[in-house]
């Protein structure tokens, strides 16, 4: 009687058939999807300054064993930080080859639900010292930029044709004219001054 009394003991001791039971840090991969999809659905809890992450993990936790996982929020919390840490190595160190990335079941859910996250993702940084650029040197003495070239090109002469030549030649035929009518004039009025004063003595003289 008492070994059945026995019996009937350690197996309400034993979890249901289909409870899943979590043994150190070894999660079946149901379980582990299960925590990632809990954690995205309550992330802004985790983000709510007045909501302290133990109280956010025992809501993780709970979620988990209404699906027959029996944890609790510790252990919710180390696992995190497991696929977390496994997650930031990967993409920091030889994941940059795309090798790590492949291997790893939970690599890509985790790089879409860590997007944007200063705690995971790096973040650029920009510098605030400002950059100054080196002027281009000037060219040498003997080469021209294109626009001094252009402005300082001149025209072609052209050749003078049998007009011009008679143009120029009629141009001169004119100064020359003015130039002996101003000289005549000069000279005549030299002429007038001379005579005027011729008469004046010898007007004086028959005096």
Avoid at 118 to 144: K, L
Avoid at 180 to 191: G, H, P, S, V
Wanted: proline share 9%; net charge positive; hydrophobic share 35%.
């Amino acid at each position: 009687m008492c070994s059945q009394m026995e019996i009937n003991m350690d197996a309400l001791d034993q979890p249901p058939a289909d409870e899943v039971v979590i043994i150190g840090n070894n999660w079946p991969h149901t379980a582990v999807l299960l925590l990632i999809e809990t954690w995205r659905s309550l992330k802004e809890k985790f983000e709510c300054p007045t909501i302290k992450k133990k109280q956010a993990w025992e809501m993780v936790a709970e979620c988990l064993r209404k699906e027959a996982v029996n944890v609790t929020w510790q252990m919710c919390d180390n696992k995190w930080r497991n696929l977390r840490h496994r997650y930031k190595i990967i993409r920091d160190g030889h994941g940059k080859t795309g090798q790590g990335r492949r291997k790893w079941e939970y690599f890509a859910v985790l790089e879409e639900l860590f997007a944007g996250n200063p705690a995971v993702q790096p973040t650029v940084v920009i510098s605030s010292t400002p950059t100054f650029t080196t002027p281009p040197p000037p060219p040498p003495p003997d080469q021209e930029t294109p626009s001094t070239s252009a402005t300082m090109t001149t025209p072609p002469v052209k050749p003078k044709t049998k007009k011009d030549k008679l143009d120029d030649k009629l141009e001169e035929i004119i100064k020359l004219q003015k130039e002996t009518i101003a000289f005549q004039k000069e000279r005549n009025d030299i002429l007038r001054q001379f005579t005027a004063a011729m008469v004046r003595m010898s007007q004086g003289n028959e005096q």
